[in-house]
């Protein structure tokens, strides 16, 4: 093959570089060596990726709720408590025996057990 | 005159348009593998491999001037580059001009990792007298081509082969295009040399 000295290619070098072959069939292993090398840096499967990753931010957002939802029922709980001690005091206040005073002074303490003793010696 | 063939690795990869490339059938197949490949679908992504792999290993192996096997690496390579950045794919090129163009840079990476020689990659030198090569016989244009110097044989298998433009050339490999003409002018009387064999002398 005979090439031009010009600056320009001839035409019979354009033909030649025209016939050059275009592809190279590469060898079987080379698809998947490149696939597992990208799978290896964590490509390909992101939809399932993304629907986990959507799955988790579902739970964690209803387990969020959850506990606000807990939180709000136990402190409605907790305020209804006074209320219920209210209406139950009167039958407490009847079976259980006084308590005795604990800011009494005293003499009020020696009138209290003169009493206690008054009575005691009336039923005697 | 030394010239690096630095190409900047901050930008994405250009799009380079040769002579003769427009949508069709399959450019608008391709758009769909990528976009389905990009989202991550492997068997997109496979059929994308299948299409563009044989001439991008072609390309590849002209440009190092090396075996099938060892282009294969950096074939792996362009790969591993270019499916993170398929989403940048604008389809204002063929894919296979933008895949070539990724594996241009993985090629000239190879070539400066020294992974095939040990000293540095350069563009030739502009004011050095021409040293055409000194062979008995002659050579094939294949083996001719694959015997020029790296930064002759780029140039040429992007223009001659490719059809790249000296501007597309210069954007790629962040030369001037004077500097593509000049280096294509020599890469051709060099390899002209080569395929003539003996008759190097009338050339010179």
């Known amino acids: ?124 | 005159m030394t010239v690096s063939l630095a190409v900047t690795e901050k930008s994405s990869p250009q799009m380079l348009a040769p002579h003769g490339t427009g949508p069709g059938i399959a450019a608008n197949a391709d758009v769909a593998l990528v976009a389905a490949a990009a989202g991550g679908s492997e068997s997109a992504f496979r059929e994308l491999f299948r299409r563009h792999t044989p001439h991008l290993l072609q390309f590849v192996t002209r440009v190092l001037g090396a075996s099938a096997s060892e282009a294969e690496d950096v074939v792996q390579d362009t790969w591993m580059r270019a499916y993170p950045a398929l989403v940048t794919f604008r389809n204002e090129s063929s894919f296979s001009t933008w895949l070539c163009s990724v594996g241009l840079r993985a090629a000239l990476d190879s070539l400066r990792k020294g992974k095939r020689r040990s000293t540095e990659f350069v563009l030739e030198d502009d004011d050095a007298p021409l040293d055409l090569p000194h062979h008995e016989d002659r050579m094939d244009l294949e083996t001719a081509i694959a015997s020029l110097a790296p930064g002759y044989r780029m140039i040429l298998v992007l223009h001659d082969v490719e059809g790249f433009t000296h501007e597309e050339i210069a954007l790629q490999l962040g030369i001037a295009p004077g500097t593509s003409k000049a280096q294509l002018f020599k890469a051709r009387r060099v390899m002209r040399a080569l395929l003539t064999g003996r008759e190097k002398h009338d050339v010179q």
């Open chain 1, 1 to 124: 093959m005979m090439f031009s000295e010009n600056h320009e290619l001839s035409e019979q070098e354009r033909t030649a570089l025209a016939a050059l072959p275009r592809e190279l069939t590469p060898s079987d292993l080379l698809e998947e060596r490149v696939v597992r090398a990208l799978k290896s840096e964590g490509h390909f499967n992101r939809a399932t990726r993304g629907r986990s990753q959507w799955t988790r931010a579902i739970v964690r957002i209803a387990a969020a709720i959850a506990l606000f939802a807990g939180g709000v029922a136990t402190g409605h709980y907790a305020l209804s408590q006074p209320d219920t001690e209210k209406q139950t005091a009167p039958v407490n206040q009847a079976s259980v025996s006084k308590p005795v005073p604990q800011n009494t002074s005293g003499a009020q303490t020696v009138k209290n057990s003169e009493t206690v003793v008054a009575e005691r010696e009336m039923w005697l």
